[in-house]
């Protein structure tokens, strides 16, 4: 069965300072991972994902993500946060269910911005 | 790019009524449609997935009579929310994939935030 575990409920870093957000993941097969973004009552937003291609993945808004097979990990991480960074994370697995490849979330990581 | 229209955006119902919500795929056609539940600072739970013209296939725990799933286009799919009551009270959130954008393709609609009062 596959499953991410995302290792942090709350980060909270200063404007400016990189940004780290930790995800591992278990997976029986190559994994597709992805990382998505949600601002307070809104939708997801996708900043990323890695489909068996380059290892190191860059995403929109300066974020990126290095999926490491031998560490089972696929990290954000971005060199300067913004307060506009400041939203709900979600680190994703995409699993074959059926005739249809399904989406299981990681519980979310709130990342807090300071001034 | 792919853009998911999710209506409405929310919505306050007495208890014993029924809630409709819809998901719009408004630049594709959107082949398979996935409804997603959300509790307060929880993830995202998958409820059931639908494919264009068949059933909904609902997730352990979820009940079907009580969310009606229909996908009866390619652009458009609908939850209602029957006889609902307060634990009903969610935001829940639609997405939509087609061959087209690939298996690596979900676009999120923006959400309803349903309060059952």
């Known amino acids: 069965a596959q499953s991410v575990t995302q290792l942090d409920s709350h980060v909270s870093v200063s404007e400016g300072t990189p940004v780290l957000l930790r995800c591992n993941y278990s997976s029986s097969y190559s994994p597709s991972l992805f990382w998505y973004v949600q601002h307070p009552n809104k939708g997801l937003q996708l900043l990323l994902k890695y489909t068996s291609a380059a290892t190191l993945v860059k995403g929109i808004n300066g974020f990126e993500a290095e999926f490491k097979k031998s560490e089972t990990s696929f990290h954000l991480t971005k060199p300067s946060a913004h307060m506009s960074d400041a939203a709900e994370y979600f680190c994703v697995v995409s699993v074959r269910g059926g005739s249809n490849y399904k989406l299981t979330f990681g519980k979310g990581t709130l990342l807090t911005v300071n001034p | ?117």
């Open chain 2, 1 to 117: 790019g792919a853009v998911v229209s999710q209506h409405p955006s929310w919505v306050i119902c007495k208890s014993g009524t029924s809630v409709k919500i819809e998901c719009r795929s408004l630049d594709f056609q959107a082949t398979t449609m996935f409804w997603y539940r959300q509790f307060p600072k929880q993830s995202l739970m998958l409820m059931a997935t639908s494919n264009e013209g068949s059933k909904a296939t609902y997730e352990q725990g979820v009940e079907k009579d009580k969310f009606l799933i229909n996908h009866a286009s390619l652009t458009l799919s609908t939850l209602t929310v029957t006889s609902a009551h307060p634990e009903d009270s969610s935001f829940y959130i639609c997405s939509a994939s087609s061959p087209g954008q690939g298996y690596y393709g979900y676009t999120f609609g923006s959400g309803t935030r349903l309060t059952v009062v």
